[in-house]
């Protein structure tokens, strides 16, 4: 260990916090049935029509530059003499290419926590315990001691000579751990070991010592166990070598457990089917993609250890956090060919799998397939399933599983309460999210970290700061604390409402409370900086986490890219076309201000005070600032190639609103070649419509659209908006109509329009233009049909006092420009400032004048038009065939 060795008492070690809330796996029981099944899984309920082999257009057609990239690092198959043969196991480069824009990487703005917490609330199934009676006795005891270091030696010392040797100190270690008491944990641990001689004895109780607090996220202390151990010579086991590596698994410590487990093998200790498995776990929970858990599988098959449910459990939990929905389907299969019996934890990490990748019909084809391998679902996968409805909007169908769990005689659990809860407080009903944390409570549930952030995160939505403070204090009242998720989210709140003070006072906190940032706090910090424009501090964080080791995720490359389109509204004009190939990776490392001005460690410090002080230089850029954006996010492309970042479809949508903001297509058509490299598919269909090709490619843009419809509802309608906005802002208006009316037929944005009613709440602002001159056209025939209008017509832009989601922050004033341009006869409410209403004699009055259909029928800007085809390329090549 790069530490130097810590003092032998451990009582007084800084209690570090808990990075996440996942649970082991390494309490399921192995499996030893090796026959074969048949797999009704894979079959609708009436087991005719299979679930998975239904087809599905995919517009994942990489550039061969990418898919060269990929068949370099797919993983060596192992040997087939030494070992048994592996059966078809996807490799990496396989598994990356055949998902296509409906894997869970496409599904939008996701967290990259992956969710390998199937395991959630469930009971113990270790073997029958070899404990006395004498430590019960003693364990009961001991928890009245609340705390009190000298009340629980006495304890201990008064039942030393009645304990029976190391089963009765290793009950206690658990039964500690399980009620989140490790500092008596560690009292128990180091009050043991000095009283057993046997170094073995020694060895176990330091394996429990370790395992229970890498499950209590306190890694560190875990760490110092481990050295004493290793320097008083009982601590150079597989066992102690694996409850590490499964510690920093659980913290998503993957590096470091892979770096461990290199030290293992140097040290002479051969892995074993524990270890293996703890470092593919951790491979899952650390944010790494399939890749490294796939080449540990195979280490794994090349030193003759046979994979057993645990195992491929773990991999499929890999593959809900790379979004690899195809390599969970084989995983599965492979499984059943093998004789290895699903079980619970399989169900339910594959649910995961498919609820991630916003395969919701085939999620619930799955759970009702459970019965018949008696499999019953429990409240794992009922939660699972409502987080899976709730990620895809389907809210009311989230609620009706719930009545759906209670009627089957589920009892709610934390994890289920704590989903209801998210859910009421995301739509901003907080009486009924406190409300259920009320029932939670009644029930026995105390509000834990995972309450507390799901409210935190709702009310700093809304913009409820007060709130999110007395929230926060309740917490620390409550002796709850605070872990990665609440810092990261409270951050992210205070930085998106600007009070960039409050931010930096909480980053204080967080780094006092010795925890450790990773690749979802760094992405929901820039995430924060960016919608508030402030990209330089972004570019600058993004140096800094590539320097820590931390590798950016597509999360974290969208939101920047995003950021950059938007700010690049002003204007860009651009002199020298040659340099920006050559310059665009040098844009990024020189973006930064701050450069060699703070230390390493102070950055996001120096970050938050120059932006409470005022001193950020950004948002009075000039021409050259301008050329040195699209630099930048041409340099972000480059990386996003090199580290091999598979693009979603937010990439595509965030690429999309880059050019709707550029100047001209010249500028745009340097962002539209990075969609091109990216996927051929998606930049065919965006460029033959912004070409006027609307004949010839809407076939292939209905294909394209029947994929984004299997994402998630505000990641589809993002990508309509972007679409729509870009064709707008190039003159293909009548494009644009198009791709909205289209929208509105999939019901991509909910009830849009009415008779009397226009609601443009989740529209951008081209999207919304093209949209209320459809509307108006359908309204004209109503009135031509010879019917009456509604009394009254509203036309709704998202900004009214009783707006339950905000508009876009450029839809208002662009509409009400349209309104007058057009000589529409709408005037703004006097009781809400974002409602445009009239009467229906008047809006039909005008209607029936001669020179209405002329405004109201899109016309196609020739200029623009013409700009544009200036720097085309030839569209059939772009096509599918």
């Keep these: 260990?790069?530490?130097?060795?810590?003092?032998?008492?451990?009582?007084?070690?800084?209690?570090?916090?808990?990075?996440?809330?996942?649970?082991?796996?390494?309490?399921?029981?192995?499996?030893?049935?090796?026959?074969?099944?048949?797999?009704?899984?894979?079959?609708?309920?009436?087991?005719?029509?299979?679930?998975?082999?239904?087809?599905?257009v995919s517009i994942n057609h990489h550039n061969q530059r990418f898919q060269?990239?990929?068949?370099?690092v797919s993983a060596p198959a192992p040997p087939h003499i030494q070992n048994p043969p592996r059966p078809n196991f996807p490799s990496f480069s396989s598994a990356k290419s055949s998902s296509g824009l409906a894997a869970s990487d496409f599904s939008g703005r996701r967290s990259t926590r992956y969710v390998s917490k199937m395991h959630f609330g469930r009971q113990k199934t270790a073997n029958a315990s070899r404990h006395t009676s004498i430590a019960e006795e003693a364990l009961q005891e001991a928890i009245r001691c609340s705390g009190d270091e000298n009340c629980i030696e006495s304890v201990l010392k008064r039942f030393e000579n009645k304990f029976c040797g190391t089963?009765?100190?290793?009950?206690?270690?658990?039964?500690?751990?399980?009620?989140?008491?490790?500092?008596m944990a560690i009292k128990c641990f180091e009050f043991a070991v000095k009283r057993e001689k046997r170094r073995n004895d020694q060895g176990k109780l330091a394996s429990s010592m370790i395992s229970i607090l890498g499950r209590l996220g306190k890694v560190d202390l875990a760490e110092k166990v481990f050295e004493i151990a290793l320097n008083e010579g009982y601590g150079n086991t597989v066992y102690a070598y694996s409850a590490l590596?499964?510690?920093?698994?659980?913290?998503?410590?993957?590096?470091?457990?892979?770096?461990?487990?290199?030290?293992?093998?140097?040290?002479?200790?051969?892995?074993n089917l524990v270890t293996y498995n703890a470092l593919i776990n951790a491979c899952g929970k650390g944010g790494s993609d399939f890749k490294r858990a796939s080449e540990i599988f195979d280490d794994m098959w090349n030193n003759g250890v046979q994979p057993d449910r645990i195992t491929y459990n773990s991999l499929l939990a890999a593959c809900s956090g790379g979004g690899l929905w195809d390599t969970a389907k084989k995983l599965f299969s492979e499984m059943i060919d093998r004789g290895i019996d699903q079980d619970i934890y399989t169900y339910n990490t594959l649910l995961d799998v498919a609820c991630n990748g916003g395969h919701l019909d085939m999620a619930f084809g799955i759970m009702s397939e459970m019965p018949a391998k008696n499999i019953l679902p429990n409240e794992v996968t009922y939660s699972t399933m409502i987080r899976g409805c709730a990620k895809a909007g389907r809210l009311d169908r989230a609620l009706s599983l719930f009545n759906e769990m209670k009627y089957a005689g589920i009892k709610l659990d934390r994890v289920s309460y704590n989903t209801l809860l998210a859910i009421y407080a995301s739509l901003g009903r907080f009486e009924e999210a406190l409300s259920v944390g009320n029932e939670m409570e009644s029930m026995g549930i105390k509000k834990d970290v995972v309450t507390y952030n799901a409210l935190l995160d709702g009310f700093g939505k809304q913009g409820m700061f007060d709130k999110v403070k007395e929230l926060f204090q309740m917490m620390r009242a409550d002796k709850l604390s605070p872990n990665l998720l609440t810092y990261s989210t409270l951050i992210s709140v205070y930085s998106k409402g600007g009070l960039y003070q409050e931010a930096m006072e909480v980053y204080k906190d967080f780094k006092e409370d010795g925890l450790k940032a990773d690749v979802v706090f760094y992405s929901k910090l820039i995430d924060a900086l960016c919608k508030k424009g402030l990209v330089e501090s972004s570019a600058l964080l993004l140096d800094e986490m590539t320097k820590k080791?931390?590798?950016?995720?597509?999360?974290?490359?969208?939101?920047?890219?995003?950021?950059?389109?938007?700010?690049?509204?002003?204007?860009?004009?651009?002199?020298?076309?040659?340099?920006?190939?050559?310059?665009?990776?040098?844009?990024?490392?020189?973006?930064?201000?701050?450069?060699?001005?703070?230390?390493?460690?102070?950055?996001?410090?120096?970050?938050?005070?120059?932006?409470?002080?005022?001193?950020?230089?950004?948002?009075?850029?000039?021409?050259?600032?301008?050329?040195?954006?699209?630099l930048c996010v041409l340099g972000v492309f480059q990386k996003m190639h090199e580290l091999e970042i598979k693009p979603n479809v937010v990439t595509f949508s965030a690429i999309l609103n880059a050019c709707s903001r550029c100047s001209s297509f010249k500028e745009a058509s340097l962002l539209l070649e990075e969609l091109r490299l990216f996927d051929n598919h998606v930049y065919g269909v965006a460029h033959g419509l912004l070409m006027g090709h609307r004949e010839n490619v809407w076939v292939q843009a209905l294909s394209l659209f029947d994929d984004v419809m299997q994402m998630d509802s505000s990641t589809a309608s993002a990508f309509y908006n972007a679409l729509t906005d870009m064709l707008w802002h190039f003159g293909q208006k009548r494009g644009a109509?198009?791709?909205?009316?289209?929208?509105?037929?999939?019901?991509?944005?909910?009830?849009?329009?009415?008779?009397?009613?226009?609601?443009?709440?989740?529209?951008?602002?081209?999207?919304?233009?093209?949209?209320?001159?459809?509307?108006?056209?359908?309204?004209?025939?109503?009135?031509?049909?010879?019917?009456?209008?509604?009394?009254?017509?509203?036309?709704?832009?998202?900004?009214?006092?009783?707006?339950?989601?905000?508009?876009?922050?450029?839809?208002?004033?662009?509409?009400e420009a349209l309104l007058?341009?057009?000589?529409?006869?709408?005037?703004?409410?006097?009781?809400?400032?974002?409602?445009?209403?009239?009467?229906?004699?008047?809006?039909?009055?005008?209607?029936?004048?001669?020179?209405?259909?002329?405004?109201?029928?899109?016309?196609?800007?020739?200029?623009?038009?013409?700009?544009?085809?200036?720097?085309?390329?030839?569209?059939?090549?772009?096509?599918?065939?």
């Excluded at 080791?549 to 920047?560: A, D, H, R």
């Excluded at 999939?746 to 849009?752: A, S």
């Excluded at 010879?786 to 009254?792: D, T, V, Y």
């Design 1 to 56: 260990m790069a530490t130097p060795t810590p003092p032998y008492t451990l009582t007084t070690a800084k209690p570090y916090q808990n990075h996440r809330n996942l649970q082991p796996h390494q309490h399921q029981p192995p499996n030893n049935h090796h026959h074969h099944h048949q797999n009704p899984i894979f079959t609708t309920p009436n087991h005719q029509n299979p679930i998975f082999t239904a087809p599905r």
């Design 245 to 271: 590596i499964s510690a920093y698994g659980k913290s998503g410590y993957c590096d470091e457990a892979i770096r461990l487990f290199e030290t293992m093998k140097k040290s002479g200790l051969k892995p």
């Design 737 to 815: 109509q198009l791709v909205v009316l289209e929208g509105k037929r999939r019901q991509v944005w909910e009830n849009t329009w009415s008779t009397s009613c226009l609601d443009l709440h989740l529209m951008s602002s081209g999207a919304a233009r093209a949209m209320v001159h459809a509307w108006l056209l359908n309204i004209r025939s109503i009135v031509f049909e010879g019917h009456e209008l509604p009394k009254l017509l509203s036309i709704l832009t998202g900004w009214g006092k009783h707006s339950k989601v905000q508009g876009d922050a450029t839809l208002k004033p662009a509409v």
């Design 68 to 72: 060269a990239n990929q068949r370099n």
């Design 820 to 881: 007058v341009g057009i000589g529409a006869p709408f005037q703004l409410a006097k009781c809400n400032i974002g409602r445009y209403i009239s009467t229906g004699p008047v809006v039909a009055a005008w209607l029936r004048e001669s020179g209405t259909l002329q405004v109201l029928v899109l016309q196609d800007d020739r200029n623009q038009l013409e700009s544009t085809r200036s720097y085309t390329v030839p569209i059939l090549s772009a096509l599918p065939s």
């Design 167 to 183: 089963d009765d100190y290793t009950y206690l270690l658990r039964e500690f751990g399980n009620r989140g008491e490790y500092s």
């Design 549 to 630: 080791g931390i590798q950016p995720n597509v999360v974290t490359y969208n939101s920047i890219i995003n950021a950059f389109g938007q700010s690049a509204s002003a204007g860009i004009s651009l002199d020298g076309d040659s340099q920006l190939e050559s310059s665009a990776l040098m844009a990024l490392s020189n973006r930064s201000e701050f450069k060699g001005e703070v230390g390493e460690e102070d950055t996001i410090v120096r970050v938050f005070e120059q932006l409470a002080g005022g001193e950020s230089r950004q948002g009075t850029k000039d021409n050259k600032g301008s050329k040195e954006e699209i």
